[in-house]
């Protein structure tokens, strides 16, 4: 890698670090379109670009989640009997997805499936429909087969979960704050099952490009997390001091912005 794509990486992670403690996201959903940009700049094969920028993303969150957790866990709002009814299902489900189905996609399918289910977390989360006052968190067999929906969609975009956990849980009315906090929590499992299927299912590909183990360019992984393990729990911090509307406001944003561009890039496969 050479000085600017250090640089632009040095700054990615910056920023999706704080993202991920301010949004509970992982930082995922920020870094797979930044990271297709800047790999396909650096030439990578187009048939890789999006498989490698997703599978880096999510290893990411490995060292962000931490991060987050240590500062969420400070402020007390960390709902710890959820994360370990979902963290079984995480496991299975990321296992899956990362180890079997997302090697089979395309680039095209990949990008497109990631464009649309964004877009709709983020519509989910304008809407600002009020879940009914009595309708609460499933059993722990409820709450672990959400987990495996989580873990298995979260590898599929290299996404740490939260664009499905948070609306989730704000769903069975758990508190915005809360909901955030826990997870972060829960992109420790989702990232460590996917990031095992990444390597396991690119191993053959890995093998044959300097960089690469398996799916994840360690080079560029290296780089992001150097930094955002330091903005991770700034972001963490903000989050307990904005109002949950701005903050509900902030991440449809976020989203609509990804899926626009993954979109695009959906469209650029489609023509090749």
Known sequence: MDVTMVICLLALGAVAGFAAGLLGI????????????LFAW???????????????????????SISSV????????IKWPIVWAMAPGIILGGLLSGGAVFAALSTLWLSLFFALFVGYSG???????????????PGVVGTSAAGAGIGFLSGLVGAGGGFLSVPFMVWCNVALHNAV??????????????????????LNEGATRPGMLGYIYWPALLVLVCVSVL????????????P??????VF????????????FKAGQAFRA
């Open 26 to 37: 992982g930082g995922g959903m920020l870094l797979v379109p930044f990271l297709t940009m």
């Open 181 to 202: 906090s826990t997870s972060a929590a829960l992109g420790f499992p989702i990232a460590l099952a996917n990031s095992i299927g990444y390597v396991v299912s690119g």
């Open 42 to 64: 650096k030439g990578m094969p187009a048939d890789l670009v999006v498989h490698a920028a997703i599978a880096t993303s999510m290893t990411s969150i490995l060292f962000t």
């Open 231 to 242: 903005t991770a729990p700034l972001g963490a911090r903000m989050a307990h001091r904005l």
């Open 70 to 77: 240590r500062a969420h866990q400070q402020k007390g709002t």
């Open 244 to 249: 949950v509307q701005t903050l509900k406001r």
């Open 123 to 137: 519509w989910n989360m304008l809407r600002n429909k009020k879940p009914k006052p009595s309708r609460q968190m």
């Open 252 to 263: 449809a944003c976020l989203l609509f912005a990804l899926a626009a561009y993954m979109l």
